[in-house]
């Protein structure tokens, strides 16, 4: 939705609580993919209860502040 260049994502970090399946422990990376970028972006699952979201967008933050990534995607996957 932000037609964001996938090329240019420096990380990915998706919040997660529930597991609801065998392979949601791997839900940053199967966003990274589907979403077109490379394998060697980096993605990072968070689990911290209430707040995995909003830690993924202050982890992204980190990031950009550090000089580690220009550009993150950040996600939080329960409402």
Partial sequence: AGHVDPQIVGSVI????QQTSGDAAYMARHVALKSGMAESTPALGVNRLCGSGFQAVVSAAH??????SEVCVAAGTES
């Fill in 14 to 17: 998706v919040g997660n609580v």
């Fill in 63 to 68: 990031e950009i502040l550090l000089g580690e």
